[in-house]
């Protein structure tokens, strides 16, 4: 993470994991970012993650784009699934004042959908309606 870059903290609470394995892998077939919902096409790079949370195995898949925003603006850790939500209360509560350096970093579509969040949080001024 560049240190420029505003930082998202998330509090993770107890949620540590007796085993956590994340793996980069390139797909042999479509799966699901569990971040942006987004199809994972063959041939695209992701990162696989398998843990045991409170007893229980949990798989995770995890698009390039938002991996990148993950790297770019998530300081100490996040909980899987809910890394837009953060980043989306993270913008607002700072405003929408994002270094572009720290936009210089993230892939193409994610740079465009970061933005994008930017301009909705312009328009809806955080509104939680």
């Avoid at 007893?55 to 993950?70: E, F």
């Avoid at 210089?104 to 809806?124: C, Q």
């Amino acid at each position: 993470m560049s240190e420029n870059c505003a930082c998202v903290w998330v509090e993770s609470g107890d949620c540590e994991p007796a085993f956590y394995n994340s793996t980069p892998r390139r797909a042999r077939k479509a799966h699901v970012c569990e971040e942006c919902n987004r199809e994972i096409a063959a041939g695209e790079e992701y990162e696989h993650v398998t843990g045991k949370w409170d007893g229980g195995i949990s798989v995770y898949k995890t698009c390039a784009d938002c991996l990148s925003i993950r790297d770019s603006f998530f300081c100490d850790g996040w909980l899987h699934g809910g890394m837009w939500e953060a980043l989306d209360q993270h913008l607002c509560d700072i405003g929408g004042q994002v270094a572009s350096a720290c936009l210089e970093t993230l892939t193409p579509a994610a740079r465009a959908k970061v933005i994008e969040r930017i301009d909705d949080l312009w328009e809806d001024d955080c509104d939680d309606d």
